[in-house]
């Protein structure tokens, strides 16, 4: 492949070859959905964009001479490429191997013939044999960020970093913003993709091993609650409870509780979080917020700023 396309792409034409063939997976959106026909590696390249993993996979195969290996990943069968040790594929911004290589959205790493991703707090299967890989669902448009994955899946976005999800609902003039005139590309790559207009509150998740926390406090809502900087105290009556603010201001929530754990319903007064739901899952405590609405989560800062927030509610629970 010429050196000049990837140059265009923003690609080091000094790179490693493997760290190329990774690299134009960091810098391109990835389509599921093929095109009608079959474009040439240099139209793609060009394109800066890949319609499905099958042509991310032609293209690689440019860049790094690897056995080609099946695996599944998404629900989907999954080509990639391996050599020496070392793996690339789509969706995959790095160069895997049996050491951990810190990504813009995590830490992967590849242990027995799967590909394991550490994000939100979690490490699990994410490119494997069949049935083996986590990820499932499908997706419609996936492309990274400098510190975070970007998702596009059933009309949601969804934002993963190391340590946190954003959730919320994919509308055309939103995506549009962040893929054409952000990235600029032309209109093809999100041809296919399933927007949602929906005004539905964001979501925003971290996790933590339940095996860090050393008592059962995290099953008291007003553990949590009481504990959060910007909370003067907290108190339970039944299945209520009364938060006051820093700023003086009462904040009633409805609890409602099962066995893995609890949810809080903002019914009065203002506060930053709809609901608070805090559950044991999968050997993880996973907390996580419904917005208020008057909260842009995309807004620089704020989206980081509040998942450090929610971690530290968590660490805070020891």
């Not at 293209?59 to 990639?80: A, I, N």
């Not at 994000?119 to 069949?130: K, M």
Request: with cysteine; hydrophobic share 40%; aromatic share 6%.
């Amino acid at each position: 492949m010429d050196d000049r396309l990837l140059t265009a792409v923003g690609v080091d034409s000094g790179t490693p070859v493997a760290d190329k063939a990774a690299a134009l997976v960091r810098k391109m959106p990835l389509r599921r959905h093929p095109p009608a026909g079959q474009r040439d590696v240099e139209s793609v390249v060009e394109s800066r964009w890949f319609a499905g993993p099958a042509e991310c996979h032609r293209v690689l195969g440019q860049l790094f001479r690897g056995s080609t290996v099946r695996g599944s990943c998404f629900g989907l069968p999954w080509p990639c490429l391996q050599a020496a040790g070392a793996m690339v594929a789509p969706a995959l911004p790095v160069v895997v191997q049996r050491a951990e290589q810190a990504g813009p959205d995590g830490e992967y790493e590849l242990a027995d013939g799967v590909v394991w991703r550490e994000s939100v707090g979690a490490r699990q299967p994410f490119i494997g044999p069949d049935g083996a890989a986590r990820e499932d669902g499908g997706f419609d448009l996936l492309w990274f960020g400098d510190t975070e994955r970007y998702l596009v899946s059933a009309g949601r976005l969804e934002i993963e970093d190391l340590f946190s999800a954003l959730r919320l609902n994919a509308s055309r003039a939103q995506i549009e913003r962040m893929v054409v005139r952000r990235l600029r590309l032309d209109r093809d790559v999100i041809a296919q993709v399933t927007f949602s207009e929906e005004t539905t509150a964001p979501e925003l998740e971290v996790r933590r091993p339940v095996e860090l926390a050393s008592s059962d406090s995290w099953r008291d809502p007003a553990a949590l609650i009481g504990g959060r900087a910007d909370i003067l105290s907290a108190r339970r009556r039944g299945d209520e409870l009364v938060a006051r603010t820093q700023a003086d201001r009462a904040v009633e929530f409805k609890v409602v509780e099962d066995r893995s754990g609890w949810r809080l319903f903002a019914w009065n007064g203002d506060y930053p979080y709809r609901t608070i739901d805090l559950h044991e899952k999968d050997g993880h405590l996973c907390l996580s917020v419904t917005l208020d609405s008057a909260i842009d989560p995309l807004a620089a800062g704020v989206r980081s700023q509040l998942a450090f927030d929610l971690r530290s509610d968590l660490v805070a629970l020891d």
